[in-house]
């Protein structure tokens, strides 16, 4: 479940979700997130049946006894077991804040890289690394542009080479490609919200679209059955600035077939009168 959590995040930030880390307080709750327990009330109806009858009456008080209904008790809604609980899911959060670098900083580091321009902040940041591993999610306060654009500068107008970037990304980070289990890719299926957001994406998750090409994709790209997705386009950068350009490679340049159950949420997304379906 936890590997589910960081790929469901990784797939809503392909949709442009920024978040913005404003401050952190130094105690942090480690308990389970759950709901409120409701407690469910149980009662269990009993009755006496029949009583036995007195040897000393007569066979008449004997039939008369016979005669009454046994009475039942059919349990109610109330006498059920229990539902089971929902389950808990526990996050990790670390947050970390003024990550400010001042001359003496960048200096020291395009020293240890032995280049002229080129920098190296490893020493900078190994202090904190056991502290930033296996957290779900880790979030520094970068206080400073990064940019290679003007040199570095200290106070007042700060600048930081880009090298710090890649620095501080996620020490988890890792170049085997990861892909959603069967399990995972249902869990989200029905989890997603009723939505051009959530369509969209159980588009992606039922046809093997890249986060790069559903952002580009515009109604005229969907068959009007919604039998078919054409890939023409898609995201690229330029400078840091989203574009819409060609496909990754030549062979990106493909027709998709989508899935019966999933050709509905199709028509809707061709439905929109915005430009790119996520417009």
């Not at 952190?24 to 109806?45: A, F, N, Q, R």
């Not at 008790?73 to 670098?101: F, H, M, R, T």
């Not at 200096?107 to 190994?126: C, I, P, R, T, V």
Request: charged content about 25%; aromatic content about 6%.
């Amino acid at each position: 479940m936890k590997g589910l959590k960081k790929k469901l995040a990784a797939v809503f930030c392909a949709a442009i979700i920024s978040i913005t880390a404003v401050g952190c307080g130094t105690e942090i709750y480690d308990g389970p997130l759950k709901k409120s327990d409701t407690s469910l009330d149980t009662s269990v109806v009993s009755s006496d049946t029949s009583s036995k009858a007195d040897e000393s009456k007569g066979g008449e008080d004997q039939s008369s006894s016979q005669a009454q209904p046994e009475s039942s008790s059919a349990p109610d809604a109330s006498s059920q077991a229990p539902a089971a609980a929902e389950p808990s899911y526990k996050v990790s959060l670390l947050c970390v804040g003024d990550n400010l670098i001042h001359d003496n900083i960048y200096l020291e580091a395009e020293k240890k890289s032995g280049q002229k321009g080129k920098y190296n902040f490893d020493d900078a940041y190994k202090p904190i690394e056991s502290y930033i591993k296996g957290n779900d999610l880790a979030i520094i306060n970068q206080e400073t542009i990064v940019t290679d654009t003007v040199p570095p500068r200290s106070f007042p107008t700060f600048a930081t080479p880009k090298a710090v970037a890649d620095k501080v990304k996620s020490p988890n980070t890792s170049s085997k490609k990861d892909s959603f289990t069967a399990a995972e890719i249902t869990t989200m299926m029905n989890s997603l919200p009723d939505d051009r957001l959530g369509w969209s994406i159980r588009l992606m998750l039922g046809t093997g679209m890249r986060t790069q090409e559903l952002l580009a994709l515009e109604p005229k790209h969907i068959e009007e059955d919604g039998s078919c997705i054409h890939i023409r386009q898609a995201v690229t950068m330029v400078k840091g600035t989203p574009k819409i350009g060609t496909p990754k490679t030549k062979s990106s340049y493909r027709d998709i077939p989508v899935p019966e159950n999933l050709r509905r949420y199709a028509i809707q997304l061709r439905a929109t009168d915005q430009q790119y379906i996520l417009s």
